[in-house]
């Protein structure tokens, strides 16, 4: 038999014709129980579904699934961190269920508004805290006596007073005494607060006295404002309404209501000490021009009433109100946190100052334009009980 020959086009040409055959048409829907292998091209909406299809739909899902793994990752490193550098401490001051006197200590700026670390956890003087344990010794039967350790260079004018005057409610309300020991610095808002004792030790290297009152500094950039064409604008009710404001010369009319402030506040205190130490008003407005006394000064003036520390306060205390039988609970508010606890106190502070020290260094950018306009952003000083170098 005679065989056909055929050329390698024909050959070419059969095969490409029994493939189209067996293949769907494209673009078209596959039948409801046909399973398309890796040639064949589903339907996807006007056009066939191609494999850069399927890998391109499952890259967006691995993407979302990342992002959303990422946020919750965040999330929960916040809350490890605040576990590990919030105060858990109990807020309520430990003290014996026996007769005690309580030493309570006044440390750093008196201050509605805390320092806080970079946790936003209180690192100093704690002032609502201060007051609550206060308002505790009033009602515990088992207090017989207060000791007021201050290591302060004072504070704000009205969180000071509100606690010399707490530290009054205590005296009056209870009867029991009240003894103030001075560390190295009881200065201003410091010294205020110790008046409201009946006895005042200090130690022989204490600096107290400065009674005056301070608004700190106010920046008049205006000037320098000028010299990089920068101009401000502001629109108030009345030519008062933005006195202290560091883009324009202050008026001697917002110089005199300033200065008015600060009077009333020195009239206050000076009033206060005078009634307090059994001093003459003018005498202690003689005292009273901001300047530091040393402890010996201070008793030649008549602002304290002793050399000593401590355990002279409580020895004297316990002889002259026949207090022997009294224990000493001391009230120090401490910050306490978890890491703090486990890797010790030392390396929390280290790891802040380190923070510190990079948050210094990824804001304080700008060249002269940025500080100026940082500076600017502080707001006018209030009054202050406060001993500024």
């Known amino acids: 038999m005679k065989r056909k020959k055929i050329s390698m086009f024909d050959d070419y040409e059969n095969k490409r014709e029994s493939h189209n055959a067996a293949r769907p048409e494209y673009g078209a829907r596959p039948d409801a ?16 579904y191609t494999p850069r299809d399927e890998r391109r739909g499952g890259g967006l899902r691995k ?23 919030s105060d ?13 006197i309580a030493r309570l200590d006044v440390t750093g700026t008196i201050s ?63 009867g029991r005494p009240i003894y103030a020991v001075m560390g190295s610095m009881a200065a201003s808002g410091g010294y205020y607060i110790s008046t409201a004792a009946e006895y005042i030790y200090a130690n022989r290297n204490t600096w107290t006295g400065s009674i005056g009152v301070t608004m700190g500094t106010m920046v008049d950039l205006s000037e320098f404002l000028d010299r990089y ?40 205190f000076t009033g206060i000490v005078a009634e307090e130490r059994y001093l003459e008003l003018e005498y202690v407005r ?13 008793i030649d003036n008549g602002l304290i009433d002793d050399i000593g520390d401590f355990y ?29 606890t486990l890797f010790g106190a030392g390396a929390e502070k280290n790891l802040t100052a380190v923070l510190t020290k990079l948050s210094n260094i990824l804001t304080n950018e700008g060249g002269d334009i940025g500080a100026a306009l940082r500076l600017a952003e502080s707001n006018i000083p209030a009054p202050q009980y406060l001993y500024e170098r």
């Open 229 to 268: 064409g920068v101009k401000t604008e502001t629109i108030t009710s009345g030519r008062n309404k933005a006195m202290g404001s560091n883009f324009e010369p202050m008026t001697d009319e917002q110089r005199a209501i300033f200065q008015g402030l600060i009077d009333e506040a020195y009239d206050q």
């Open 286 to 298: 003689e005292l009273a021009d901001g300047r530091i006394y040393t402890a010996a000064q201070a």
């Open 33 to 48: 129980g046909a399973r398309p292998n890796y040639y064949e091209r589903p339907y996807a909406g006007d056009r066939a």
């Open 63 to 85: 993407g979302i699934i990342i992002y959303i793994c990422i946020f919750i990752g965040i999330v929960l490193l916040g809350f490890v961190f605040r576990a590990l550098f």
């Open 112 to 174: 509605g508004s805390p320092a806080t670390d970079l946790f936003g956890n209180i690192s100093g003087y704690n002032h609502s805290w201060t007051l609550d344990s206060i308002d505790d010794l009033m009602y515990d039967d088992n207090n017989f006596g207060l000791i007021l350790f201050v290591d302060s260079p004072g504070g704000g004018v009205y969180e000071s007073d509100e606690l010399y005057l707490k530290l009054r409610e205590y005296a009056d309300s209870t």
């Open 88 to 100: 858990w401490s109990d807020d309520a001051p430990a003290t014996p269920g026996s007769p005690y």
């Open 312 to 340: 002279t306060a409580l020895a004297d205390m316990q002889d002259i109100y026949n207090l022997d039988f009294c224990d000493v609970a001391t009230l120090s508010y401490e910050y306490r946190s978890l890491f703090g």
